[in-house]
C-alpha cells in the first residue's frame, strides 16, 4: 500500500513548490501533507474529496487546501487525462514575526484554520492568472505572486467553504482506508452492503463503522450517498439524460429516494441545478 503521508519536493533554490502535475502524476490517492495546497484544475473531470466533503471538478476549478488535510482527486475514468497546476507552500516560508504584521492580519488568519475552500467567481480568474504564471517567476517576483494570492482569498467572500476546521489527529492514518475507499469508487454505483466493504477492510461490521467515521467523519452511507450525488451531477451538467435516467445510472432504484437525497445534499431538485448550472455556462 501507498503511504498517505506525500513528501513534497523542493528545488534547492525554491522555498515553496509550483508545477504542472499531469497523468499519471495527477493521479494520487488519498493522502495529505503538511504543506497547504492551491490546486488549479486545468484538464479532466472527476470527484473531489477533501476532508468530509465530497462533490464533482472540473478544468477551471480552483481550490484551497489547509497542510494535513487529506484529499483525492478521482477522475471519473481511468482513460480521462487528469492534469492541475499546484502550488504547494509551508506557513513556517514567511516566518512568525512577518505574519505578525497588521497588514497581514487576514493572511495569518487564513493559515490558522484547517480548512478546504472552493474559489468563485472572478476571484478565480485573477487567482488562476497569478498560479499560471508562478511557474516561470524566479526570485522576489515568486514570493510576491503567492502572497498576493493569500491575501486575496483571506479578504473576500467569493469562495465556497467545502470543510471547516476538519481535524484529524491520528498522525498514522491506517492504509485500510485506502484500500475502502478504491472499492467504493468501483462500486458505489451499485448495491454495497456494510458486510461487504467490512470483509475488504478486514474488519467486523461494528469495528469498520467506528473506524470509518473515525478517518472521514461521517458514516460510510452518507459517504456513499455524496459519491451517488456528485455522479448524478456530473450527469447532469456534462449530458442531456433524462433526469430520470440520471437517478438509476447513479445507483437508486427509487426516484423519490434520489430526489430527496439531492435536495438534501445540493438544496436544489435535480432539475433546478440542472438549470442553474446552464443560466451560469450562458452569462
Request: glycine content about 4%.
Amino acid at each position: 500500500m501507498k503511504t498517505l503521508i506525500q513528501k513534497i519536493h523542493l528545488e534547492e533554490h525554491q522555498s515553496f513548490a509550483c508545477r504542472t502535475y499531469r497523468t499519471p502524476d495527477f493521479e494520487t490517492n488519498w493522502h495529505r501533507h503538511e504543506e497547504f495546497e492551491l490546486i488549479l484544475i486545468t484538464e479532466g473531470y472527476g470527484t473531489a474529496m477533501i476532508g468530509d466533503f465530497i462533490g464533482e471538478y472540473q478544468p477551471g476549478d480552483l481550490y484551497f487546501i489547509a497542510g494535513n488535510l487529506p484529499h483525492w482527486f478521482k477522475k471519473q475514468h481511468h482513460k480521462i487525462t487528469g492534469s492541475a497546476v499546484v502550488v504547494h507552500f509551508r506557513q513556517e516560508i514567511f516566518g512568525n514575526d512577518f505574519l505578525q504584521l497588521p497588514e497581514l492580519k487576514t493572511v495569518y488568519q487564513l493559515l490558522q484554520k484547517n480548512d478546504g475552500l472552493q474559489i468563485q467567481q472572478k476571484l478565480k480568474k485573477e487567482i488562476a492568472a497569478y498560479i499560471n504564471d508562478l511557474q516561470e517567476m524566479k526570485g522576489f517576483q515568486r514570493m510576491n505572486a503567492l502572497l498576493q494570492c493569500l491575501q486575496k482569498i483571506s479578504t473576500t467572500p467569493h469562495y465556497i467553504m467545502l470543510t471547516q476546521n476538519f481535524a484529524s489527529h491520528n498522525n498514522h492514518i491506517n492504509p485500510a482506508i485506502e484500500k475502502i475507499i478504491d472499492f467504493s469508487f468501483k462500486r458505489y454505483l451499485t448495491p454495497v452492503t456494510l458486510q461487504q466493504v467490512a470483509d475488504v477492510a478486514n474488519m467486523s461490521i461494528p469495528t469498520f463503522c467506528r473506524f470509518f467515521k473515525k478517518n472521514i467523519k461521517k458514516t460510510y452511507f452518507d459517504f456513499i450517498q455524496d459519491l451517488r450525488i456528485s455522479h448524478a451531477c456530473k450527469l447532469l451538467t456534462n449530458s442531456n439524460k433524462p433526469v430520470m435516467e440520471i437517478c438509476y445510472e447513479s445507483g437508486y432504484n427509487s426516484w423519490a429516494h434520489f430526489s430527496k437525497q439531492f435536495k438534501q445534499v445540493k438544496q436544489l431538485t435535480p432539475s433546478q441545478y440542472r438549470k442553474e448550472f446552464e443560466e451560469r455556462t450562458n452569462v
